[in-house]
């Protein structure tokens, strides 16, 4: 199997699974003890948790704390609801963990629209006591990178907070310093799964989400796993030392699935965005029969966070497709351990499976 589905997740780094094996331990193992502990064991794993909480800062600005969560869903959650803003206002095209609280939160929540290439107008109206603002850095679906300073003293301007869902920007590139709020998943920049962080910028007051314990400063109760903890704080780390190496490698592959795809139409901005993510559509494509006749390549019809739906995609619906030609639209992502010559085996499987509609 190929894969090429690295939005909706990345594989684990070896190394972040190696930091994860000796804090998985069993009885007369020190590992499987509880950070907050007072004893030698406990004390042991608060340790590997602090240091998990130090590599992960390192990919976010100074100046604010990181928080543990289950991952970038309560984070968000965390960001949204803790902030109490009364009025919100979102980008059309955010993660449906952004979309969906922010309904719940403000039935009149205030959609920031996107142009043709997928980006928010910075200049685009707020709504009037706009208590906080929330734009992804990277969109999950088509890749476009959002103008955040812009969008940020935007909603600064206005008196309102700015929250950045970074889950498919962070450790890939530069951090999104503007924000005051900001989201990550580990499991999408080759960490484990179950587990993710919220920064909070110093002077931000959040009310907890979770009550209990009092655990992570108060702001979310519950014992943490250092495991997870462990795993994560090394995959930054990586993510930190091999940031240029990764972009790099990554933007050659672009180059050759341009050429590999010729004929496609990319869904999105060509230029503001993250290469790692390749969108495409053909008219007349059944992308349910071309999934079902490229088996050995994993990659998906869209959003792997909303995929069985049958719903056609809000982001492409956003750029202004209709519902018949973002149906048409598959999603190809890349990254750190995809080799060249896996990308020339899928992309020759998915075009000779097009070819067979007669669609190319």
């Known amino acids: 199997m190929i894969y090429l589905d690295y939005q909706a997740t990345t594989p684990l780094a070896p190394e972040a699974r190696e930091a994860m094996l000796p804090w998985l331990g069993g009885p007369g193992e020190p590992g499987f003890a509880n950070p907050h502990s007072p004893h030698r064991y406990g004390r042991a ?43 919100l206002a979102v980008s059309a095209i955010e993660h449906a963990a952004v979309l969906d609280t922010a309904r719940f939160l403000d039935p009149d929540v205030s959609v920031l629209p996107v142009g043709d290439d997928g980006l928010v107008n910075p200049d685009a ?18 890749g476009t990178v959002q103008p955040i300073a812009d969008l940020a003293r935007r909603a600064h301007d206005a008196g309102a907070l700015f929250l950045c869902d970074a889950v498919q920007g962070a450790g890939k590139l530069a951090v999104p310093d503007s924000a005051d709020l900001i989201a990550l998943s580990a499991h999408k920049l080759y960490g484990p799964k179950g587990i993710g962080a919220l920064w909070v910028r110093d002077g931000v007051e959040l009310a907890p989400l979770i009550h209990g314990g009092g655990q992570e400063g108060g702001l979310r109760s519950g014992t943490l796993s250092p495991a997870l903890c462990a795993g994560f704080g090394a995959a930054a780390a990586l993510c930190t030392s091999l940031l240029e190496t990764d972009q790099l490698h990554v933007e050659k592959l672009w180059t050759k699935a341009l050429a ?74 890349f990254g750190r351990y995809t080799g060249d010559d896996e990308l020339e085996q899928a992309a020759a499987a998915i075009n000779a499976a097009a070819r067979a509609q007669g669609v190319i």
């Open 45 to 87: 794993a608060a340790a590997v948790v602090e240091v998990a909480r130090a590599q992960v800062a390192a990919l976010l600005p100074p100046g604010g704390r990181v928080v543990f969560t289950s991952g970038a869903t309560e984070a968000i959650n965390l960001a949204l609801i803790g902030s109490g803003a009364k009025r």
């Open 260 to 333: 590999l795809f010729e004929g496609w139409t990319l869904n999105g901005s060509a230029t503001e965005r993250w290469y790692g993510n390749l969108n495409l559509r053909l008219p007349g494509l059944d992308v349910g029969r071309l999934l079902s006749d490229c088996r050995t390549v994993a990659f998906s019809a869209g959003s792997a966070c909303a995929s069985g739906s049958g719903r056609p995609s809000h982001v492409l619906r956003a750029l202004g497709l209709s519902d018949r030609d973002s149906k048409t639209a598959i999603r190809i992502g």
């Open 125 to 142: 109206a707020l709504p009037e006591e706009c208590g906080l603002v929330a734009v992804m850095q990277v969109n999950n679906e088509i």
